[in-house]
């Protein structure tokens, strides 16, 4: 676990506003994340109050058979939320921040946890915050995985 940066933090209430996303585990259709993300870009323009222009989250949350992921911008405020958008807030939660280069971010983190006697608080959403302009993929993101 070398090339893996744990941090515990806390976050205050977030803000989003974003494009919404539904796929099924066992007949994954990327063509939805795909299009959920074009339109996402296409249309961030639309979202008003954004804090980190240089940045997009990712709250998402899954159960066994299925998950919603969300592409987003935090916002100051959520206000006129674009039509087929949603806007939403995320309370107040505590997290191990997860950074990994060359490992599965959410394996690792579930060993962390494991590790440190903590427990991931499954009703809550988990974050992943991208950089726009790099790959969009878990090992160039910061994962928040909030904790009980």
Known sequence: MDNIQFEMVTLGTKHYVGV?????FNRFNPELMKEAN?????????IKRIIHEHEYVC???ANDIMFTYVY????????DVPKGMIGFHVPSQRYVKV??????????AKLYLEANGLENNTRALALEVFRFGEEQHFNHADIYIPIR
Do not use: G, K, L
Request: aromatic residues 8%.
């Open 72 to 79: 987003c911008m935090e916002v100051s405020e959520i206000e």
């Open 99 to 108: 950074r990994a280069v060359d490992q599965d971010p959410y394996e690792s």
């Open 59 to 61: 709250p998402h949350f």
């Open 20 to 24: 919404p996303v539904t796929n099924v």
């Open 38 to 46: 074009e339109i996402f870009n296409s249309r961030i323009r639309e």
